[in-house]
């Protein structure tokens, strides 16, 4: 049993210090086992009353904090009946009175027997405004104790100790609520900083040298808008589809949708072309992106054969033609990918053999024409960087329509499911990893 | 003097050229000279996902890489006005027959158009 001196101000003195029972009601009823059971209750008035008492307890509640204030004025401490020398702790919110009171407990329980000599006190304490709680120096008088008592002490002892329990669970319960509220509200705050930031096109992670590089360009700008809108419009489409599946509506219907879904896809290409053509770096660093989507990023978006691959278990049924035109396009797809990666790895160490290139260096020669061509040189280079990602969506825009030729409408408007839920995870995963808390 | 058309081309329309004959008839020779034939140039970095692609698949292309070719301008420049593309390479013709740039030979291989024309050129085995 913790002392209410432990506690943080208790926020509601009228509900957890209600005396009540002892002083109104205790002292009327019979001032033995019932009141020593609501000594009980001082810390969780709403437990474990005897229900006699537990109605008091309500009405007396507000009563009880008017009493309590200025607590040991006009306590009529005694009236608390209790027990000399149980030291209750009571009115914990009272500071001054906080050292007064020891820890109820063993004692208080111990002192079960008392009661009936501890009334004989309250009423000759009538009179007395200023003992027992106040002071604290609730003295037993006697300690006889007979074996039946012993045992009503234990019973009450663990009632007390339970209530204790369950409202430092509440307790703790109450402040983890509130630290999740509070996260979701931080989480919220991010999400918006980082869609605000991004469309600023700065730089969120890192501090680079090139701070000045690193603002965005009108291109990377319009392109993070159109994105934005075409990410929201994409959701909203596919909440459509999910509802018509999951409200069985026709093929017909659903082909529409499906189709719809499609030729929306089509426009985030037309899109991503536009944006290529202004700023193709932009495009292949993937800031327009989460930072999970970026991270598994292939040549400026998504990878088609993983995209088959999550689909693999969810597409079943399939005919068996099906299932041979799906292994199909997942090959096909795979060795494009890998046809395209080899390009850009020669790209690479094309441009390192050109800027490495020694009469690039500051020799003695100082040949700025040499200079000058290798530079053009890699500028050409880097150009190609538009084609392969050209390429790139290219291949991630037709392994989608051959998806959508070789499966039955309803298949693809599963698939498409599949597809936009394993995006809107990634993403999501993004933002928990973005408000997680650090250590 | 007029450019004869020759059937190679199938539903392409060849420009009309005069005194160009020698290059376009140079590529229809190089280019059913063998089942799969790329023109590239060395330096670049598209040929070199076209020819990785290709040998991905187990097919062995006869690759020409035009800079290293005496008459390669003017073989780009009929590759150019063939496709009409801004970019004469990689271009691809299999068994003699033009099947396009980079754009087409991905879309063929995706839409699973490419490898029935390479078996039936003789350039894959099953």
């Known amino acids: 049993m913790q002392s209410f001196k432990a506690l943080a101000p208790p926020p509601t003195n009228s509900d957890m210090y209600c005396h009540s029972p002892f002083y109104l009601r205790g002292y009327d009823s019979a001032r033995n086992q019932t009141r020593f059971a609501d000594i009980g209750e001082l810390e969780q008035p709403a437990v474990g009353f005897h229900q006699d008492d537990a109605v008091d307890l309500s009405r007396s509640s507000i009563y009880n904090n008017l009493q309590f204030g200025g607590l040991g004025e006009n306590i009529g401490s005694d009236e608390m009946m209790l027990p000399k020398g149980a030291g209750m702790v009571v009115g914990g919110g009272s500071s001054g009175n906080n050292g007064n009171f020891e820890n109820w407990g063993d004692s208080g329980m111990g002192e079960h ?12 304490d009538d009179r007395n405004q200023s003992h027992g709680v106040q002071h604290g120096a609730l003295v037993v008088d006697s300690m006889d104790q007979s074996k ?3 045992g009503d002490q234990k019973a009450l002892r663990r009632l007390a100790q339970n209530r204790e329990a369950a409202r430092k669970s509440r307790l703790r319960k109450k402040a983890y609520v509130q630290q999740l509220e509070h996260s979701r509200m931080k989480l919220t705050q991010l999400e918006q900083e980082l869609q605000r930031a991004r469309q600023q096109g700065i730089f969120i992670t890192g501090v680079s040298g090139d701070q000045s590089l690193s603002i965005g360009t009108n291109g990377a700008l319009a392109f993070d808008m159109d994105y934005a809108r075409w990410l929201e419009e994409h959701q909203r489409l596919i909440n459509d589809l999910r509802l018509a599946v999951n409200s069985h509506v026709g093929d017909n219907e659903l082909r529409v949708l499906v189709d719809g879904v499609m030729s929306h896809y089509d426009e985030i290409f037309r899109l991503k072309g536009i944006g290529a053509k202004s700023d193709v770096f932009h495009l292949l660093s993937g800031m327009w992106k989460t930072p999970t989507e970026r991270c598994f990023m292939w040549l400026g978006g998504f990878r088609s054969s993983e995209l088959l691959k999550i689909l693999e278990n969810q597409l079943e049924p ?27 790895e020669a790209l690479q160490q094309s441009l390192v053999e050109t800027l490495s290139s020694n009469c690039l260096g500051p020799t003695g020669s100082g040949n700025v024409a040499d200079y000058m061509g290798q530079m053009a040189i890699a500028m ?17 825009q037709q392994t989608l329509q051959q998806m959508h030729r070789i499966l039955t ?18 993403r999501a995963l993004s933002s928990l990893w973005l408000a997680r808390p650090k250590d | 003097m007029y450019y004869q058309t020759e059937p190679w081309a199938g539903s392409y329309n060849l420009p009309t050229m005069t005194n160009m004959g020698d290059p376009l008839q140079r590529i229809e020779r190089m280019a ?35 800079d290293e070719d005496s008459h390669g301008n003017d073989l780009e420049k009929a590759l150019m006005s063939l496709l009409g593309a801004s970019s004469a390479v990689p271009v691809v013709f299999i068994g003699g027959k033009l099947v396009g740039a980079m754009d087409r030979v991905m879309a063929s291989h995706i839409n699973g158009s490419l490898v029935p024309l390479l078996k039936e050129a003789g350039a894959l085995w099953l």
Not at chain 2, 36 to 64: D, E, Q
């Open chain 1, 380 to 396: 050409g280079k880097l150009a190609t960087l538009e084609n392969f990602l050209h390429q790139a969506d290219l291949l991630r």
């Open chain 1, 113 to 124: 027997s008392q009661q009936t000599d501890t009334s004989t006190d309250v009423d000759t």
């Open chain 1, 318 to 344: 399939l005919t068996d033609q099906q299932l041979m035109g799906i292994c199909n396009l997942q090959q096909s797809s795979q060795q494009a990918e890998d046809a395209l990666s080899q390009g850009m």
């Open chain 2, 32 to 66: 059913s000279g063998n089942a799969v034939v790329i023109f590239s140039v060395s330096t670049c970095c598209m040929c070199h996902a076209i020819k990785r692609l290709f040998c991905g698949m187990g097919v062995n292309p006869t690759v020409y890489e035009l």
């Open chain 1, 148 to 150: 039946g008592r012993m």
């Open chain 1, 409 to 426: 409408t309803r298949q693809a408007a599963r698939a498409l499911l599949v597809i936009s839920d394993y995006m809107t995870r990634l």
